[in-house]
RNA sequence: GGUCGGAUGGCCGAGAGGCGAGGCAAGGGACUGCAAAUCCCUCUACACGGGUUCAAAUCCCGUUCCGACCUCCA
């Protein structure tokens, strides 16, 4: 079997992974900041991390996989008031939102979901740490700045010489030592939430949150950090800076993945070109969604269409058809495989175009299996299958997706079809296809499509479009 | 100005020196009373101009176009 390769953005290279401790991954991943609704770029990331998780637990690995909730933030306290709540209340009601989502895409659950608010005493000893070793300094107004003028080494991640950058807009802030001194700590304007200090009241800055969590919980090393292709710089790079000024050697790793684009532009709450979660359910189930958003290469830009969505749930239709018709003539669910094709995809970097490739193939082989009416080859096809899905975390016969399938309503529905489908073939028998069809054409004005195969007639319940 | 990504057939989308991933659509065929489903076959590519090489979609140089980040972002 292969080794996991994956690719990493401080080298720029893909390269075989190796956790620093035997069996163990510790991973923490850049989660939502909760002001607002959560858009499919959103959860393309989650479901990506997702895929890796799955792979890597696959794999043999324990994972610890962190992933934060930014529960307080500039645009937070901006949007209360326009929402007429508190900050706090908002901050909640978005961050169920984007828990509700992640669950109707089956996205497991991390670890442990750390929220900002409940780890400032991890943060003030942060900044105390780099203030007692000269990194940081507070100046005297509530601010607390990392100087990142004396950071060995600043901006490795995103390759950049700090004297290139823009000026910030922000530029004129007084108490900075230098322009490019980022915020640890916000001292509290009149009316802001804050938390006491040794240096002031205040609110946390947004790196500092995830340098205090990560250590909080994985330690002062871990093997992989992940978000959005936007976070590198500078969310990442003052994460970096924050962590390693403090000592600590900080991520193994670092993997981020490319967004969800309309019209070659990123999709943005600032462009107002996102598309709500809640909104493309209406049109696709949960599983085609991810089928949709994970399909794609997580390093590559995904350019959303609805055309390509709708084509993407067809096509995975047929895939659910097939399993469906293979539990059917098995008489049981196929267990769980996981193809060579598959794990070598998998292995390169999280190859899932590839891994796609291996489904396809063992579709077209599974389907000619049905016609030979070769059960083995049947059962290996669709357990493939099976195994390929459930780490694309679209497996249908997942309890988070199931629940639909069968319960009384199905089998009663099913006693009253079977009654039909027994005049339709009294029908057919005395070649009477005028009638036979009505029977058919009746039960597809209902939604219910009927399907003549060699094990006889087979209904089923069309998905809405 | 700095850093980075991209341009592949009618469409979507991989690949990163040699055998044309895969899917959708289209055309043809098999099966069927007809449908549906399924299978088989066929077809159309690497933005442009140079170069390196026995061999370039892939490497190098240049050009055009699109996009991202530069302290709000997944």
Redesign the pocket.
């Known amino acids: 079997m292969s080794a996991l390769n994956l690719y990493d953005t401080a080298t720029?290279e893909v390269g075989v992974f190796s956790p620093l401790k035997p069996g163990e991954v510790s991973m923490y991943v850049?989660?939502?900041?909760v002001?607002g609704a959560p858009?499919i770029?959103?959860v393309?990331?989650a479901i990506n991390f997702d895929i890796l998780r799955r792979w890597l637990t696959h794999s043999g690995y324990n994972v610890t996989f962190i992933r934060n909730v930014?529960d307080i933030?500039?645009?937070i306290l901006q949007k209360a008031p326009q929402e007429n709540m508190q900050w706090w209340a908002l901050a909640l009601k978005y961050e169920r939102a984007f828990t509700q989502a992640f669950t109707a895409l089956n996205v497991l659950p991390p670890t442990y979901e750390p929220r900002a608010t409940g780890h400032i005493t991890q943060m003030i000893e942060l900044m105390q740490i780099l203030i007692d070793n000269g990194s940081a300094y507070a100046p005297g107004n509530g601010d607390v700045y990392l100087e990142?003028r004396k950071l060995k080494r600043y901006l490795t991640l995103?390759?950049?010489?700090?004297d290139?950058?823009?000026?910030?807009?922000?530029a004129d802030e007084r108490s900075k030592k230098d322009v490019?001194?980022?915020a640890l700590w916000k001292a509290a304007k009149p009316g802001e939430p804050s938390w006491p200090t040794p240096w002031g009241a205040g609110r946390p800055g947004?790196?500092l949150e995830c340098s205090a969590m990560a250590h909080a919980y994985l330690g002062e090393s871990f093997d992989i950090h992940g978000?959005?292709?936007?976070?590198?710089?500078?969310?990442h790079e003052?994460e970096i800076a924050q962590s390693e000024a403090a000592g600590y050697g900080f991520a193994a790793r670092w993997l981020?993945?490319?967004?969800?684009?309309q019209?070659?532009?990123?999709?943005?709450?600032?462009?107002g070109n996102?598309l709500h979660v809640e909104v493309i359910l209406q049109k696709v189930r949960g599983i085609e969604l991810r089928w949709y958003l994970g399909?794609?290469?997580y390093r590559?830009?995904?350019?959303y269409?609805e055309?390509?969505l709708s084509?993407?749930a067809?096509?995975f239709g047929?895939i659910e058809?097939?399993l469906k018709?293979a539990t059917e003539i098995l008489g049981k669910t196929p267990p769980i495989s996981m193809s060579e094709a598959f794990t070598d995809a998998m292995n390169?970097?999280l190859?899932v175009?590839?891994g796609?490739?291996s489904?396809?193939?063992n579709?077209?082989l599974?389907?000619?299996a049905?016609?030979d009416s070769d059960a083995s080859a049947i059962a290996v096809n669709a357990s493939e299958i099976r195994g390929a899905l459930s780490i694309l975390g679209c497996d249908p016969f997942d309890s988070n997706f199931a629940g639909q399938a069968t319960n009384d309503l199905t089998h009663a529905l099913d006693g009253v079809i079977q009654l039909a489908l027994k005049e339709?073939a009294a029908a057919?028998e005395r070649?009477d296809?005028?009638a036979?069809?009505s029977i058919?054409d009746g039960l597809l004005a209902l939604g219910i499509?009927?399907?003549?195969?060699a094990q006889g007639?087979r209904w089923s319940i069309m998905e809405k479009s």
């Open positions: 720029r850049c989660g939502a900041t002001q858009h770029g959103h393309r990331s930014t933030d500039d645009k990142v995103s390759r950049q010489h700090i290139d950058l823009q000026p910030a807009a922000d490019r001194d980022f947004w790196h978000g959005g292709l936007d976070l590198v710089f500078p969310h003052n981020h993945n490319a967004w969800v684009t019209s070659g532009e990123k999709m943005s709450k600032s462009l996102t399909g794609a290469h590559s830009m995904l350019e269409s055309g390509a084509e993407s067809v096509a047929r058809n097939f018709r390169d970097d190859a175009p590839a796609l490739a489904i396809s193939e579709l077209r599974g389907n000619q049905i016609t339709r057919r070649k296809f005028a036979s069809d058919r499509t009927i399907e003549d195969t007639p």
